[in-house]
């Protein structure tokens, strides 16, 4: 049976917004950071799977935060793969401070692309790839959820630019993030205390896309959706403030 | 005499851009981590002045790059406190690879800013917090140089947003890279071999303010002027391709 993978992290002043807290964006930019170097480590990363023009995508994902760490502070992530089926992969973290208290925790479901078809790829062809990485650990909190429709006015448009995209050259999730809480009241990451954040991925944003950013509120919830110029959703995301 | 600091960096793949390489933005993102991580470790770092309510605000600084590292690739970052005057305390870089072959330098000037006036501070009355720090060597390559005026017209504005500002509650330098990168031919940073950057900050950009992009190009030279809604300069940044 394999053990859960250990990162420590510091929140380096990079990683702060103006509160001199981790912005949600940096949280998510460490923990994704933490899942491709497992995958790299234990020989299942993106490189390996380029050569066959194979690549990890993210499916949904969701984050709890029961505080957000200040700048400076250490934490410890543990992460391991919680199994997978035909289609998704499960990669759960979870996040401690200095005196082992569990205060974050996340799970991501990722699909492997293949990069000549855009299709994904049946995980069971390629079942080896997690052999012996499985932890029989149950996911620290409730899976990432689907998030339905939304339906309102867009509130803010642009195109896809070089600085969104990655490798993948896609729209980059720590961008789709950003863009999101830019449009938020500023007293919201300003008071944020504890959160809880889903996305669901739907369709890549690619170099020169239009990227327009719907959002309805309903309390303490804030719900997004991200279109493309055909008007076909790419991404939502809901936030829920604690 | 002081010796000068030794960091050790890998290209992370959420360092790279499309090309597989790392971008401009990221490079100064790494080479500004270390500035301030080597600050802080001996005792003068943003935390300790932040006490007085002072801080470090960079002034200019400039980047050459002989090539663009790839991902995954690892580098050894050197740096070291030149000299100070009255304003102004120059810190130096250089980068070299695994074979200690140098393909990369910097040069980087700060001003101690009071945050209760927002004016700069006379190093002199603080010298004690260079005290010992100081290593006699040359900066690796010229200083940054003053850019003058750039009378074009505007090719792009938008507001400074959230996930723009950092602690000092000022547009961040990677996003001033991002935004002028953002609005270039994307073959510029596809093809990009060898560049030297050269960046001047005159006004801060806060939350809320317009921020209006102007760009000339020369042969193998870019030009940006970031302006307010006033109309005054910001900062000021060439990119010469080489």
Same mark, same amino acid.
Not at 2 to 11: G, M
């Given at each position: 049976?394999?053990?859960?993978?250990?990162? +420590?992290?510091? !929140?380096? /002043?990079?990683?702060?917004?103006?509160?001199?807290?981790?912005?949600?964006?940096?949280?998510?930019?460490?923990?994704?950071?933490?899942?491709?170097?497992?995958?790299?480590?234990?020989?299942?990363?993106?490189? !390996?799977?380029?050569?066959?023009?194979?690549?990890? !995508?993210?499916? +949904?994902?969701?984050?709890? =935060?029961?505080?957000? /760490?200040?700048?400076?502070?250490?934490?410890?992530?543990?992460?391991?793969?919680?199994?997978?089926? +035909? =289609?998704?992969?499960?990669?759960?973290?979870? *996040?401690?401070?200095?005196?082992?208290?569990?205060?974050?925790?996340?799970?991501?479901?990722?699909?492997?692309?293949?990069?000549?078809?855009?299709?994904? *790829?049946?995980?069971?062809?390629?079942?080896?790839?997690?052999?012996?990485?499985?932890?029989?650990? /149950?996911? /620290?909190?409730?899976?990432?959820?689907?998030?339905?429709?939304?339906?309102?006015?867009?509130?803010?448009?642009?195109? !896809?630019?070089?600085?969104?995209?990655?490798?993948?050259?896609?729209?980059?999730?720590? +961008?789709?993030?950003?863009?999101?809480?830019?449009?938020?009241?500023?007293?919201?990451?300003?008071?944020?205390?504890?959160?809880?954040?889903?996305?669901?991925?739907?369709?890549?944003?690619?170099?020169?896309?239009?990227?327009?950013?719907?959002?309805?509120?309903?309390?303490?919830?804030?719900?997004?959706?991200?279109?493309?110029?055909?008007?076909?959703?790419?991404?939502?995301?809901?936030?829920?403030?604690?």
């Amino acid at each position: 049976m394999a053990e859960k993978s250990v990162f +420590r992290y510091t !929140v380096e /002043p990079e990683s702060v917004d103006f509160t001199s807290r981790a912005s949600v964006s940096s949280m998510f930019n460490m923990i994704l950071h933490a899942a491709g170097k497992d995958a790299h480590r234990r020989g299942f990363g993106i490189d !390996v799977l380029a050569e066959r023009n194979f690549g990890w !995508v993210l499916s +949904r994902m969701c984050l709890e =935060l029961d505080r957000m /760490p200040a700048e400076y502070e250490e934490f410890t992530l543990h992460t391991w793969i919680g199994g997978y089926n +035909r =289609l998704i992969s499960t990669r759960n973290f979870t *996040l401690t401070d200095k005196e082992g208290n569990e205060f974050g925790r996340a799970v991501s479901q990722w699909c492997m692309l293949d990069f000549d078809t855009r299709m994904p *790829l049946d995980m069971n062809t390629l079942a080896k790839v997690h052999d012996g990485t499985i932890v029989d650990a /149950p996911s /620290p909190c409730d899976a990432p959820k689907r998030i339905g429709t939304i339906g309102s006015e867009p509130i803010a448009e642009r195109k !896809v630019a070089y600085s969104d995209i990655d490798f993948n050259r896609h729209m980059n999730t720590m +961008r789709y993030i950003d863009f999101a809480f830019d449009t938020l009241p500023i007293e919201v990451p300003e008071k944020l205390q504890a959160m809880r954040m889903d996305m669901n991925f739907m369709k890549e944003a690619r170099y020169g896309d239009s990227l327009i950013l719907a959002c309805e509120e309903n309390d303490a919830q804030y719900n997004f959706e991200f279109r493309n110029g055909a008007g076909e959703a790419l991404c939502r995301m809901t936030l829920d403030i604690k």
